[in-house]
């Protein structure tokens, strides 16, 4: 019988100041915010004329762009600020 408990290291349920240098700058998440919100026209006038951009409605561009900003805003958070198992051994 294989015992995994040596895995966990006390750092793991209590880690001090290592663990801020995990977490990702507060900014961060103010920008999914504001990319979700934007994905969701709720903000749009129901009255509001229907534009048709590209072929679509207006709603369905600027959720198509808003989700695309999400995907590339991944892209780079987990590009510049993912932890890299590297540096932490």
Known sequence: MDDHSDRYTDADTHCGPRCASRRFPGWIWGVYLLLFGA???WYLP???PMR???GL???VVI???AT???A???ALVVH????DEKAER
């Open 39 to 41: 994905s969701v026209p």
């Open 46 to 48: 129901a009255t509001a």
């Open 52 to 54: 048709i951009w590209f």
């Open 57 to 59: 409605p207006h709603w």
């Open 63 to 65: 959720s198509l762009l």
């Open 68 to 70: 695309v900003g999400v």
């Open 72 to 74: 590339l805003f991944t």
């Open 80 to 83: 510049r600020w993912w932890p």
